[in-house]
């Protein structure tokens, strides 16, 4: 056919006609004018997670868009890792910036356990409730030093919503052994998060022993 015949093959190592063949296709979509910027990105961003001199497809749930409020399209840039919109925790004065970081990615509560039905606990004197106070704070410190006894400096918390994830007391405990913490990990985002860093997700605090932290 005549579009056969006007075809040139194009190899993913030609990064510059890559880049002019997605500027193109971005000239007909509403940030057309934006082309320039995005293109290189969009190319670098497929390059990055594909074997240039052999790959024939790619796998773009690799590649993930995240999106932050305000700014302008000017603004986008590519990172050569995972970008977590929410962020590290900083109320208990935990650590923000980790280098050769130890990561886990745990899918348990640093809170104090409840029951699976909806009911009501009535203290009735002062003694009581500081007693129930220990106890909670016993359990939520064991967790955290099991936490920390695998070596963890980064620490991955999966939302729950059953209840919650972690306390201002866990977060405390942490800060305290100098963990960063970054919470509201979406169940949906573990799977990939998992497969970029090579992380083990743990499930229950009984299998701490068995995280092998990973540098990063």
Not at 7 to 13: C, E, G, M, N
């Amino acid at each position: 056919s005549i579009l056969q015949a006007c075809a040139q093959p194009v190899k993913l190592s030609e990064r510059e006609r890559l880049v002019d063949a997605v500027t193109t296709c971005l000239s007909s979509k509403v940030i057309s004018q934006n082309s320039e910027t995005l293109a290189p990105l969009a190319v670098d961003a497929v390059l990055s997670v594909v074997d240039a001199s052999s790959a024939t497809t790619v796998d773009l749930n690799t590649i993930k868009i995240v999106k932050q409020v305000g700014g302008t399209i000017d603004d986008t840039e590519l990172v050569n890792g995972i970008v977590f919109a929410q962020g590290a925790k900083k109320a208990a004065g935990g650590p923000t910036r980790v280098e050769n970081a130890k990561i886990g990615l745990i899918q348990f509560c640093l809170s104090a356990p409840k029951t699976d039905m909806e009911n009501n606990v009535v203290v009735s004197d002062y003694a009581a409730m500081d007693r129930l106070l220990r106890e909670e704070r016993k359990h939520v410190l064991g967790l955290c030093k099991k936490i920390k006894k695998c070596g963890i400096t980064v620490l991955l918390l999966q939302k729950s919503i059953l209840r919650d994830a972690y306390n201002d007391l866990s977060l405390h405990f942490l800060a305290k052994m100098g963990i960063m913490v970054v919470a509201d990990i979406d169940r949906g985002s573990v799977s990939y998060i998992a497969e970029t860093l090579d992380l083990l997700p743990v499930a229950h605090a009984s299998n701490c022993v068995y995280i092998l932290p990973q540098k990063r």
